[in-house]
Each structure stands twice: as structure tokens, then as C-alpha cells.
């Protein structure tokens, strides 16, 4: 004890510029938006490169699990491909003008928390890649979350398991929308909401997003009503959702982006300027 109080007196101005330097520094970020977003853009790109390393160790060892699962969809996209092409060459249609309005852009998970109440997902893919705030993220068993933070070479998600999270979603088979939310009691199981009364809902029932949106196409994967009950005005049904995806085990996801929802935004800005 006596050597590290000798030690603070000998050095006591050095540590004196230290601290002082510290909170020139911070003062200065707080103070200067421009110092902030560089100092965050530098602590995304940083953190990122961790967050890579720790991933490639994990990685390493779930090979032959991502090399079956990537396996499966490719193989289930190949036979709707070919379902595809079967129907179009029975009504003649010319499939080179055929365009999907949707791109999609791959990504690994390099973090991942689902224990907190606002969770974060991070990816290695960025700026550089076209990725942008708002676009959808899902993997090839359902929805992940919505594209909320990017810098040059990294993104973070909002992740589904976060309670700012409301995404549009219905029944599959009866078409009753409802917002998709998360009470923060299990990360496997969302909550869907605001279904009304009517609503002839049965355990097993799937749920899939709503297209009401220009983030998600309709018909994407959430999971399976697992129970359900009366809200207390006895006029909507609150839904709880088995998630086809395990957010606890996240490796590859898909950035979806809508090409036409800018004109779409544009539009519907337009139309609230008139009224």
C-alpha cells in the first residue's frame, strides 16, 4: 500500500495530465457533433473488429450445422425456383422482363445480445455494401429485425427481442394484422397484438409479416401461436408467437432492400402535405 501511495506522490503531475487530458477530450466530443460522430463511426469500426475475431473463433467450430442449414435453402430454393419457371412457361411469359423489386444483400452476425431489454444485433457488412438504415433483416426460417445504426464496414439491427421493436404482422391463413411486439420474458416468444375479437385463431396457426410496409414483403416467416387470450376490454386478442428463428443462435442473415421505397415514401409525403 505504502509503495503504490509513494508511486501516486512521484508521478502526481503526469497522472494530473491524464485525468485533465481525459476530460478535455470527452468535453470536447460531448460539445462538437462532428468530434461525437467520428468518435462513434471510430468506436463502431473498433468494436467491429473484435466482434470479428470473437466470431471467427465461434464460427470455426459450427461449420458442418451452417454448411447443413445453408445446404437445406439452397435446396428449397431450387425446387420453388424451378415451381417458378414451371408456371411462367405455362402462361407464357418472358422471364427476362421479370424484376424483383427486392435485393437482397447476405451478412454474418459478428454479436448478437438477447438478454437485455433493447437488444443489439451487429453484421460485418456496411456503407461499402449499400446497406442503409430501415431495411428488413431476416435468415432463411424468419424475421430478425430492422436496420438501425451503420457506419463504413459494420451495421447494427434492432433486433425483434427489443421493446421499441413494432413490426406489422398477421395470421397467414385468415389475414388479421396485428403489431408484433416483445414483453422481454423469453427470447424465443413475441408477442402479437391488437387481433381483433373476431379473429378465428388456433394454436399452430402461423404467423408471417403483414407487406404493410416498405420494409418487410409479405408472407416472410415469424412463427407459430403457441396460446392467446382476451385483452381486458374484451374487444382484441393478445397472441404469443413461438419464433421459427432461435435468436440466441444467429450466424447468417439477409438484408432485404425495397427498390422502390423511396418512390413510395415520396408519395405518401406528398399525400400528408395535401391534407
Sequence with gaps: MQQI???LIRNKNFLLFIVLFSISIFLTIQSHSYHKNNFVNSSNSITGGIYTIKSSITNYF???EENEILIDENTRIRIQLESYKSKVVNQNIDTNSILSKYYFVSAKVINNSFSKTKNKITIDKGER????LD???????GIVGIIDNVSNKYATIQSILNTNSQINAKLKN???FGSLVWNTEDPNVIQLIDIPRLAPVKIGDTIVTGGKST??????????????????DKNSQNLNIQLFNDM???????IIDNLDSQE???????LENVE
Design 129 to 132: 455494401d449499400s446497406i442503409q
Design 215 to 232: 420494409i418487410f414483403p409479405e408472407g416472410i416467416l415469424i412463427g407459430a401461436v403457441i396460446d392467446f387470450e382476451l385483452t381486458e
Design 248 to 254: 440466441t443462435n444467429l450466424q447468417h442473415v439477409y
Design 5 to 7: 501511495i509513494f508511486f
Design 135 to 141: 431495411l428488413g433483416v431476416i435468415t432463411s426460417k
Design 62 to 64: 459450427n461449420l458442418r
Design 264 to 270: 413510395i415514401i415520396n408519395l405518401e409525403k406528398g
Design 174 to 176: 385468415v389475414k388479421h
